[in-house]
């Protein structure tokens, strides 16, 4: 079963992959997320969207994820969960997913592959990150 749900834990692993390799080059991203999406067309787009967007915005992201995330550095993070954050990092600032539904489902992600303590700490980062972002345009949407 394809589903956006589905389409963000594909992004996650290769967002995770790039984190750690950050060789990939982009046709064969795409099309690991076109083997796994099952050629469902409009799921591998959007799965293309928040990959590139979110590897395009890294800097922006995790600029802000820095200053949210108290008492914690980017590079202290478990890899999974700055990955998380980053993914729902995108979708809160740049592209056209509700806040809410972004932080619900980043808190989906780190449930599954985080360890017990990241989702509240996913939900904790990205509901101020959402709060910060509530009343301003869409900056630079991809």
Request: aromatic residues 6%; charged residues 30%.
């Amino acid at each position: 079963m394809a589903t956006r749900r589905r389409a963000r834990e594909i992004v996650l692993q290769l967002l995770y992959e790039a984190d750690l390799n950050p060789h990939r080059d982009a046709e064969s991203a795409h099309a690991f997320i076109r083997s796994r999406m099952q050629g469902r067309k409009g799921l591998t787009e959007f799965a293309d969207v928040l990959l590139r967007g979110t590897l395009a915005h890294r800097a922006q992201i995790d600029s802000e994820i820095s200053k949210l995330a108290t008492h914690w550095s980017l590079s202290r993070m478990a890899v999974t969960d700055r990955n998380v954050l980053r993914l729902g990092g995108y979708e809160i600032v740049y592209s056209d997913t509700p806040g809410r539904v972004a932080v619900n489902e980043a808190v989906v992600l780190a449930k599954r592959y985080g360890d017990r303590n990241s989702p509240r700490f996913v939900n904790g980062v990205l509901d101020r990150l959402m709060r910060d972002h509530s009343d301003a345009p869409k900056s630079g949407r991809s």
